[in-house]
């Protein structure tokens, strides 16, 4: 089992900055791919970035490259999602993911809202 816990997320105005984090429960955590989605109100939940097992960025969706940057802590088991020049439509759900021995986990989520 493995529990993933979401925080940082808040209310931010167009422009600002928020960075989210994503601790696991297990250190072996750094063994593996972490992924953060998005879910935005009446959309589906949607791929925003995923960093390998050694700190470097697998993915990066097009809607937020060169604004979000995801990276891992040294000891591999806390993940991060700096987003900056936040956008109204970066307004969602941020959930934190890891797949482990083909199953699934996901944290609770946190809240990203922007707006004036």
């Known amino acids: 089992q493995v529990q993933l816990v979401e925080s940082g997320g808040g209310l931010v105005q167009p422009g600002g900055s928020l960075r989210l984090s994503c601790a696991a429960s297990r250190s072996s955590i750094s063994l593996y791919r972490m992924n953060w989605y998005r879910q935005a109100p009446g959309k589906q939940r949607e791929l925003v970035a995923a960093?390998?097992?050694?700190?470097?960025?697998?993915y990066t969706d097009s809607s937020v490259k060169g604004r979000f940057t995801v990276s891992r802590d040294s000891a591999g088991n806390t993940v991060f999602l700096q987003m900056n020049s936040l956008i109204p439509e970066d307004t969602a759900v941020y959930y934190c993911?890891?797949?482990?021995?083909?199953?699934?986990?996901w944290g609770q989520g946190t809240q990203v809202t922007v707006s004036s």
């Open positions: 960093i390998a097992t050694g700190g470097g960025t697998l």
């Open positions: 993911n890891v797949r482990i021995g083909g199953m699934t986990y």
